[in-house]
């Protein structure tokens, strides 16, 4: 026996979706039974759930502010020569 499933979901993103499917040799209704299987096969979400990722500008930012604190930090290990910097480095 089936029954229906009714979903708001945008537009695009359903059709970028089917789009891919498509390629793959599925269509929406598989592809959400195979979700549904899965996921109470694992008795859990067969995906990870997380934050998202820090962009690339934010890592710079954080970066950023990191170094500032460490230049202005009279306890921050430091070298001044030149000669002894592999050293320093990689000790």
Same mark, same amino acid.
């Given at each position: 026996?089936?029954?229906? +499933?009714?979903?708001? &979901?945008?537009r695009n993103l359903k059709e970028d979706v089917e789009e891919? =499917? @498509?390629?793959l040799g599925l269509n929406?209704?598989?592809?959400?039974?195979?979700?549904f299987k899965k996921t109470l096969d694992l008795e859990a +979400?067969?995906?990870? &759930?997380?934050?998202?990722k820090k962009s690339a500008r934010?890592?710079? =930012? @954080?970066?950023i502010e990191e170094a500032k604190r460490i230049a202005h930090d009279p306890?921050?290990?430091?070298?001044?020569?030149?000669?002894? +910097?592999?050293e320093f480095l990689f000790s």
């Open positions: 026996m089936t029954t229906t +499933l009714s979903i708001r &979901i945008d891919l =499917l @498509e390629d929406l209704t598989t592809a959400i039974t195979c979700f +979400l067969p995906f990870t &759930i997380s934050r998202r934010e890592e710079t =930012l @954080e970066a306890n921050a290990p430091s070298c001044t020569d030149i000669n002894k +910097l592999d």
